[in-house]
């Protein structure tokens, strides 16, 4: 079964740089989550959308931002990246807005030097 | 704030013994309760999740049983097996967007399983 897809999966970048990170939900998914996790720790909520429109906000930093598009992939934009945003990112998906059943990808791990 | 705390890690069993990991939460409004397991350089796979008070949620051989009274979902298993060996999140979500919306989950803090042979 197709499963959320992210990508890239490795991301190496200096301190000041951009980001992007993608997900593309399983199909038929209209709804995905971005979460935060640092070395040893929980996931940190940071943004959903459900049908395209932001729906909540967790913790996430003014220097990020994120979209999600008419095919239903988003893009996590990251910005002026500090040493303290390495960490692997994870997108969730589900269908139908909220259900509380995410399913999650493998995650993309940044890293900032 | 909606907040989970579970038991801290690392918790090291011998093969086939019997597992609890402990998890309480806080919540405005009536919460679904889930249990997320993380393998070794995967994502977070949900495991069992309950909707309501009383139910129970049964997954491989684990389950939870989601208490009101003590705001509990404790996770337990018979025999624990070497492949059971990962990092278990207790998380819970609570509807605020009425009409459709995406509510994020609250993890707890997670904790790291070891069983050994």
């Known amino acids: 079964a197709a499963g959320v897809i992210q990508s890239p999966r490795h991301l190496i970048k200096e301190k000041r740089e951009t980001a992007t990170l993608k997900c593309y939900p399983i199909?038929?998914?209209?709804?995905v989550y971005w979460y935060q996790q640092g070395p040893g720790q929980d996931p940190q909520f940071l943004i959903s959308?459900?049908?395209?429109?932001?729906?909540d906000k967790g913790s996430i930093p003014d220097r990020f931002s994120a979209q999600q598009f008419s095919d239903y992939h988003s893009e996590l934009n990251m910005s002026s990246l500090e040493l303290g945003d390495s960490a692997l990112y994870f997108c969730?998906?589900?269908?139908?807005?909220?259900?509380?059943?995410?399913?999650f990808g493998e995650g993309s791990r940044l890293t900032v030097l | 704030g909606d907040s989970v705390t579970q038991m801290e890690g690392p918790v090291t069993l011998s093969e086939e013994a019997f597992l609890t990991i402990n998890c309480t939460y806080t919540?405005?409004?009536?919460?679904?309760l889930f249990w997320y397991v993380q393998y070794p350089g995967e994502g977070l796979q949900l495991l069992l999740k309950?909707?309501?008070?009383?139910d129970k949620g049964s997954n491989k051989g684990f389950e939870a049983t989601y208490r009101k009274e003590t705001t509990s979902f404790h996770l337990e298993k018979g025999s624990v097996q070497v492949s059971d060996s990962a990092v278990y999140f207790c998380?819970?979500?609570?509807?605020?967007?009425?009409?459709?919306?995406?509510?994020?989950?609250?993890f707890g803090k997670g904790t790291h399983l070891i069983i050994q042979p």
């Open positions: 969730a998906s589900s269908l139908g807005g909220y259900t509380g059943e995410l399913f």
């Open positions: 199909p038929r998914h209209d709804t």
């Open positions: 959308f459900y049908e395209k429109m932001q729906s």
């Open positions: 919540a405005t409004g009536y919460p679904s």
């Open positions: 309950a909707t309501k008070a009383d």
């Open positions: 998380a819970l979500s609570v509807r605020r967007n009425s009409g459709g919306g995406a509510d994020g989950l609250t």
